[in-house]
């Protein structure tokens, strides 16, 4: 519990881990065998016994989405492994997909057996040029090798792989936007119910799971689901893929067991904080939560109910570390940017609010900010929580009202040095991602 653990991350800095014969001489695709030879249903046993819980951000249990998924009825199941991952400070599918395909494909294997699925997509954002070539090739292997495609391993079952890239949409990442930009359409996501896993992929019922979700699968078949769950903490099992950018030292990808505590792993896993300098805060799930103060970060731990209480969230462990140079001004600015960018346009409020927001972030930090500014963001937040088809307007604001929140003195500041007449020099945000610890 709460220790550094490596199930995911085992073989990752092998060189030769993309391969499938060196992936396979460190045990991949055993699980798979053991797999095919349990009733589907018993796979989805074991997952919920794990506890789970989706690593794309939500943290939805695994094993309950699975058994939503309707049996017999005529239509095809689909599969779909979500690598979008366009949320910033997010990077960890990027280094399963790049340096250990074979995990995923099993992994999917796996969970499409469960499923009873015969055909399976990797949506895989468009900007990962070299994570596609990779896993594309290792799909290709699989299929030389028998290991995808009819009668796998002699069982009879029948797996078909593809995988898909984006045009460069973070909207694509939520699952039914990412259903609609596959068959073809506009990426803007669909009212549910019905859930995909219900009607999805061309009305059929569709399982859409993240990288790392999928990843684990094969860990949990092998050592079963009461194993996993002895891993981590309550509500929280297993280890969790953390990508740490930002002023620290060791930027890179982390696995930890869940409930690791935070300011432990600033200090102990990423090097500590740069330059020797003091913490400011940390946004700890990926740009879509809230951010924590150096003080709320005390007693923290990296689990789910540790960062909700603390008034944040897990998200997808998208770790942002900020340190007491942060302008904190440009920081928000820099994200607001990225969402009013970003925003699919089919929601009024989130299109409009979104890049209203953005602009008066924008005044304030060139030195034209009015009294008032803050009070407006804050009104204009309100408008866009809650009112949109997605949850992308509904995170979009956490960042806002949380920096707002808790850096208030530094944006009342910034104001009232124009009042002042005082000119600053602009001091925009730059990270570094490093490698896989
Ligand atoms: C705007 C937005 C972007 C998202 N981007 C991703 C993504 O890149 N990868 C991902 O796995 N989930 C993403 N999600 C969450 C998915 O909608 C979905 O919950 C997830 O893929 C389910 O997989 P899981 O249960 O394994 O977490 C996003 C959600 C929203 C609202």
Redesign the pocket.
């Known amino acids: 519990m709460g220790e550094q653990r490596q199930i995911l991350l085992t073989n990752i800095n092998e060189p030769d881990q993309n391969t499938l014969s060196a992936a396979e001489s460190r045990g991949a695709y055993k699980a798979i065998r053991k797999a095919l030879e349990m009733d589907p249903l018993k796979i989805i046993d074991e997952m919920k016994a794990s506890s789970i ?8 249990p ?1 094993g309950l ?1 699975w058994s939503f998924v309707p049996r017999d009825t005529g239509k095809p199941v689909y599969l ?1 492994t ?6 910033p400070g ?1 990077f960890k ?1 990027r280094a399963l997909l790049e340096r250990d395909p074979h995990l995923v494909i099993e992994g999917m294997l796996c969970s499409a057996w469960a499923l009873q699925s015969n055909w399976s997509c990797i949506y895989i ?1 468009g900007e990962y040029a070299y994570p596609y070539e990779r896993t594309k090739r290792a799909i290709e292997e699989a299929y030389e090798k028998g290991y995808l495609g009819e009668n796998i391993f002699g069982s009879g079952f029948t797996h078909h792989m593809v995988i898909h890239r984006g045009a460069g949409a ?9 259903i609609e930009s596959l068959e073809g359409k506009k990426g803007q ?1 669909r009212l549910k119910p019905p859930f995909p896993a219900v009607a999805g992929l061309y009305g059929c019922p569709t399982v ?7 990843a684990n699968v094969p860990w949990i078949i092998e050592n079963g689901g009461a194993a996993y769950a002895e891993l981590g903490v309550e509500n929280s099992t297993g280890t969790k893929l953390v990508s740490a950018s930002g002023h620290i030292n060791k930027p890179g990808v982390y696995e930890v067991g869940m409930g690791y505590p935070l300011l432990q792993f600033i200090e102990e896993e990423c090097g500590g904080i740069k330059d020797g300098n003091n913490l400011l805060g940390v946004i700890p799930g990926g740009s ?1 939560t809230c951010v924590l103060t150096a003080d709320e970060c005390k007693g923290v731990n990296l689990d789910y109910d540790s960062l909700k209480n603390a008034g944040s969230s897990l998200g ?1 462990a998208g770790f942002m570390v900020m340190d007491d140079t942060t302008d904190v001004v440009e920081a928000i600015l820099n994200l607001s940017h990225f969402y009013s960018h ?1 925003s699919c346009g089919q929601c009024t409020p989130c299109r409009e609010g979104g890049h209203w927001i953005e602009k008066i972030f924008r005044r304030i930090a060139e030195g034209d900010g009015r009294p008032g500014d803050l009070e407006l963001i804050e009104n204009l937040c309100s408008q866009i929580g809650g009112h949109t088809i ?3 307007g ?2 979009m604001v956490l960042p806002y009202r949380s920096f707002i929140q808790k850096f208030r003195t530094q944006f009342r500041e910034r104001i009232s040095e124009v009042l002042k007449g005082i000119e600053r020099k602009r001091n925009p945000m730059d990270f570094e991602v490093g490698g896989v610890h």
């Open positions: 819980r989706g690593r794309g951000g939500a943290g939805f695994t989405k779909i979500n690598a979008d991952e366009s949320e997010t599918d954002r973070y909207i694509c990442g939520e699952e039914t936007a990412l996501p859409v799971n993240n990288v790392e979700t999928l879509s997808c970003e997605c949850a992308f509904d995170t």
